[in-house]
């Protein structure tokens, strides 16, 4: 992509301070964090609710960035680089991608609905790319932002564009329309997601179908709430309507395939697709309508959908072999998705050391030369320090980059695999479906076990993001981190809110903080219940102490003294009415002596804890435990040459007494996705869904017991899923006998008998499923708060004990 920018100044109305004169954009950027050295960049310094880019402006001019599209200049750097200064960095964005959009005169099919749309968008790219030149929108960059970032991927070799546009709210539709112009418009399912933003089904029908406006045509599943709205020409198929423009006869289905009769135009001709799930025949059924639309042959659509196969909307981080973590995108090889997939390897590495296995990368019409070229750029700039290339092609083409090791297949690579050579690494698996790749994947990937706990990474965000628009923004955060993350995992949320710039984690346990900085974490890190015995691993590794007793501060201070380290910082706790740990007004005399004039350590900050900040009923108490905190904490505050940072709230705190946040509040397990009162858990999203798989299935007779101690008799026959979870993975005996359920196809199956140690039944009765079918223990629904009210606990205690053999996997949208 290039562009001259002087064409447009004027029409996103910018002011100039410095020169754009001779300047070519080659690059458009957002995001500071994965951002390279790079001249030909232009950054766009957005704000959200809790972010503002223009702090980072001061950075990446030291990087090497000179142009920026900003809302106002950063102190001190007008004379630095070169701004065009705009009133909405977003909206700038949006006119420069639609500007852009408008030198291109070739097709553009535009994809909306509720459900389906990246897999309809990457199906499309398969199938049609033996006929187009494809450019579309990466994984699912569908958003305000999405949308114009990967529009700027769009160049002169390319003659069909496919592009999927979300909303959550009102009037963004039409901003997506301009951008994208599609001219053959595709509605995927109507389902209930992001229902918030609309007031009713209707008018979530009118929003969304606006993004039609200028569409020949519209093809979708024939629905007359739908297309009462459309003033296009519709294309439509059903299951049902002999009437519409294609209808669909399911055939027959027996190893996981399916085999469709389609009745178009006076023919009929069979196809068969490797699914039997009703949603994936669906997404399958649009993609076959646009082909049928772009008058593609049936037998070549018949030949071409049978190699249809499940899409990975996103990418996920697993464990590996030998400490290793794995980036698995073994599905598509574009220069696009390559450089989003560096970035995603770049915020998620544990390791240093960053390994990538790559193949042949397709990228319809664009010069082998300069194709790879552009990749080994990408690559160079990542630092990624072994290049593993897989392919013809691409072992000709990608010569210079350092460390490069090259395989003609993925056959040869597997004949010289050995895995000894992969350890403590973090690998971006990444090659074109062809090539295969899933079979190396199994092969770096840890033994599998099918109960897994999935962490959203971006709901963690979008959590923290909440409690910090509770505070001041000049307030610090410290986020709790103890118990492996509450049980979600301990390093790698620990390195996602390294990216997300909280100030400190809290950890309960030295050995905790130690493991987060050999995993390379630099965040300051407090350490709660210090034991005087690990004193000298927190020095080596650069662990604050909190200090609640005269005792432990001594001892601590007799070591800081022996190695003759200054102003070491340490966290001063006071006991206001937990009467947990911490120190008493009546120890504040010693105490205040001890710190006096002491150069050793540095009182970092002072802090105490609330006992009931989450039952509002207790006020006058919590309010009576702030007015202790100001009075004992000044008393020490007096004696001190330097002003610590002073914090009580945890995450209910936070919710509920905002105006005693003082300079840091403590964010524990609202971060995880859970609150303490209905409206709080409201404004949260999900975090970890705990899920599992169908052993077995059988059908069990009128008079049968099922598990241990025949808990459970049968009135009437019964078909029973065995799920291979248990009380030793933390799902807790009290949740079986009826008590508790889990999802399986979105229906409940209660739980029948006791549950096992590592296993439990459901009853599937009225559920159609079969072994190997998707389980969910706790997720969305059911919800592990509600978990914690059936067996009188609370959700902490549930979190916390999932057990370790259940393997983490976590992953962003
Ligand atoms: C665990 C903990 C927190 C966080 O509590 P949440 O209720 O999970 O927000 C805060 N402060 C201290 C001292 C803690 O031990």
Known sequence: MTFDIANIVKEINAQIVGSFDNYIVDNISIDSRSLHN?????????????HDAHNY?????????????????????ASKANFL??????????????????????????????????????????????DYNIVRSPKSYNSQVGVPLSIFGINEHHNLGIFEAGISQKGEMKKLEKIILPKIGIFTALGNAHDDGF?????????????????????????????????NAVFNWSFDNENANIFVKIVNQNNGSSTLAIHFQKNTFQVTVPFTDNIALSNAMTCIATLLFLKIQPDVIAERVTRLYPVEIRLQAKKGINNCVLIDDSYSSDYQSLKMALDFLEQQKLHQKKT????????????????????????????????????????????????????????EFLQQFNTQSFQNETILIKGARSFNFDEIVVLLEEKKHETVLEINLDAISYNLNFYKSKLNPATKVMVMVKAFGYGNGGYEIAKLLEHNKVDYLGVAFADEGVELRKAGITLPIIVLNPENSSFN???????????????GLRAFLQLAQQKNVSSYPIHIKLDTGMHRLGFEAKHLDELCEL??????????SIFSHLAASDDTSFDNFTKLQFERFTENSNRIIEVLKNKPIRHILNTSGIFNYPEYQLEMARLGIGLYGIGNSEIENQKLQNVSTLKSVISQIRIVEPGESIGYSR?????????????????????????GNEKGYVLIHNQKAAILGNICMDMLMVDVTSIECQPSDEVIIFGDSPNVIEIAKTMNTIPYEILTGISQRVKRVFFKN
Request: one cysteine or more; glycine letters at 6%; charged letters at 20%.
């Open 199 to 231: 007031g009713s089904r209707e008018e979530k029908i009118i929003e969304k179908t606006s993004f039609f406006k200028n569409c020949e045509i519209v093809i979708l599943e024939q629905n007359s709430d739908v297309e009462k709205h459309l003033k």
């Open 711 to 735: 808990k459970y008799l049968l009135k009437k026959q019964l078909k029973v899923a065995t799920i291979p979870v248990g009380y030793a993975d933390g799902i807790r005996r009290g949740w």
């Open 356 to 411: 990538i296995i790559l193949s042949d990368v397709f990228q319809g019409g664009f010069p082998l030369e300069k194709l790879y070229t552009k990749v080994a750029t990408a690559i160079q700039n990542n630092k990624i320090d072994r290049v593993i290339v897989i392919g013809e092609t691409i072992s000709k083409h990608l010569t210079d980059v350092p460390n490069l090791i090259a395989f003609q297949s993925t056959s």
């Open 595 to 604: 710190l006096h004039h002491n150069n050793f350590i540095e009182v970092k």
């Open 537 to 551: 691993a927190m020095m080596a590794y650069d662990l604050e102490p909190e200090i609640y007793s005269i005792t």
């Open 85 to 130: 200064i705009v009133e909405n960095t977003t909206q700038a964005l949006q006119q420069i991608a639609a500007y852009y959009r408008s030198l291109f005169d070739f097709p553009f099919i535009g994809i909306t609905g509720s459900n389906g749309k990246t897999i309809v968008k990457e199906w499309l790219n398969f199938l049609l790319s033996p």
């Open 57 to 77: 402006i001061a950075s990446l001019i030291k990087k090497g960035v000179f142009h920026f599209v900003v809302e106002y200049i950063p102190e001190h750097l």
């Open 38 to 50: 790079n001249s030909g960049t232009l950054f766009f310094a957005l704000k959200g609710q809790n």
